[in-house]
C-alpha cells in the first residue's frame, strides 16, 4: 500500500509549545485519525504540512514529491476541513466559492452543487449567518468538489451534536469508497473514529508516542480489572495507567496476552480509543 503523505523529522518551535521531531505517514487508501488533546500539536502539524505554518525543520512529501517546491500541483489534489474555516465572514456561500474554486483546476461546479443540495445551504446566505454545522458542511462541499485525493480535517466535528457528526462519518466513509482516497482526521473526539478509523497517530506535547492500524491496537490493549492483592511489583509494570483504591485495581495495559497469563482470574474488558488515549498521556499509575 502506497504512502501518500510522508512527515519527517517536522520541527516548528513557538514561545510556549514545540513539535518535536514529528515523523509519520500516511497509507493511501486509509482514514487515519491523528487524536491528542487540545494543546497536543494537531493543528500546528497540520498547518505546517499545509504551508500555513512555516516549519523550522524536517521533510514534507505528498505523493513523493516535496510539498514546497510543487505547491500549486500538489495542492490541488488536497482538500481542507479547517475548525476555523478561513472564509470572509461578510461574504454570501456563493460569493466565497466564486474567490475558492479558481484555486484549482479540476474544480467540478456540478459536485459543488450536488453537495449544497443534500445539506441544504443557502448560497445567497452570508457566512456569518451560518450555524458550526453549516459552515462544517459548507467547508466539505468545497473540499470535495475539485476531486481530492487526500481530504485533510482539523477538529472538523469540534462543538457539533451527535445527528451532524455522525453525518459527516457517513460522508467520509462515501469518500472512502472511490480508489485512491485517504483522510487525515485531527481530533480530540475519539469517539468519532470508533466508525472510520483505519489507523491511529496519538501525539502529545509536540512528539508522536502512538503509531499503528486501530484494530491491533484495540487487540493488544485491555482494560483490566481486579482486586488489589492481584497486583504485586512486577503486574504492576504491565500497565500503563493504574488506578488502585484500597481493595481493587483498574488498569489500561497494551499487552492484554501478558495480563491473562500472568495475573490469573482478572476481568479484561474492551477500552474506548479515548481510555488508550488518556493512558499514554496520563502516564503514571496512581494509587488512592
Not at 487540545?38 to 514534507?60: E, F, P, R, Y
Not at 480535517?153 to 451527535?162: A, I, K, V
Not at 485531527?186 to 502529545?204: E, F, N, R
Request: with cysteine; net charge negative; glycine share 6%.
Amino acid at each position: 500500500m502506497n504512502n501518500i503523505l510522508e512527515v519527517n523529522g517536522l520541527k516548528k518551535s513557538f514561545e510556549n509549545f514545540s513539535l518535536k521531531d514529528v515523523s509519520f505517514s500516511l497509507r493511501e487508501g486509509c482514514i487515519t485519525g491523528f487524536i491528542g488533546i487540545n494543546g497536543a500539536g494537531k493543528t500546528t502539524t497540520i498547518k505546517s504540512i499545509l504551508g500555513l505554518n512555516i516549519k523550522d525543520a524536517g521533510s514534507i512529501k505528498l505523493f513523493g514529491k516535496e510539498i514546497e517546491a510543487n505547491e500549486r500541483e500538489l495542492k490541488n489534489r488536497i482538500g481542507v476541513v479547517l475548525d476555523d474555516g478561513y472564509f470572509y465572514d461578510d461574504m454570501t456561500l456563493m460569493e466565497m466559492k466564486n474567490i475558492v474554486a479558481p484555486a484549482y483546476s479540476n474544480w467540478d461546479e456540478a459536485v459543488f452543487k450536488k453537495y449544497i443540495a443534500r445539506f441544504k445551504l443557502p448560497l445567497k446566505q452570508k457566512i456569518s449567518t451560518l450555524s458550526k454545522g453549516m459552515r462544517m458542511k459548507y467547508s466539505i462541499a468545497l473540499a470535495l468538489a475539485h476531486h481530492a485525493d487526500l481530504l485533510i480535517m482539523d477538529e472538523p466535528t469540534s462543538g457539533l451534536d451527535p445527528l451532524v457528526r455522525s453525518e459527516l462519518m457517513d460522508i467520509l466513509l462515501e469518500f472512502m469508497k472511490e480508489d485512491g482516497k485517504s483522510v487525515f482526521f485531527s481530533t480530540h473526539i475519539t469517539s468519532d473514529l470508533d466508525k472510520v478509523a483505519d489507523i491511529l497517530i496519538l501525539i502529545d506535547n509536540g512528539r508522536i508516542v502512538l503509531n499503528e492500524e486501530k484494530d491491533i491496537i484495540m487487540d493488544t490493549h485491555g482494560l483490566v480489572k481486579g482486586s488489589k492483592d492481584m497486583l504485586n511489583e512486577n503486574t504492576r509494570k504491565l500497565f500503563l495507567k493504574l488506578h488502585e483504591t484500597n481493595y481493587n485495581f483498574e488498569g489500561i495495559t497494551n499487552n492484554k496476552e501478558a495480563v491473562r497469563k500472568q495475573i490469573k482470574n482478572v476481568i479484561i474488558e474492551r477500552p474506548t480509543i479515548e481510555d488508550i488515549m488518556l493512558a499514554y498521556i496520563g502516564g503514571d499509575n496512581n494509587a488512592a
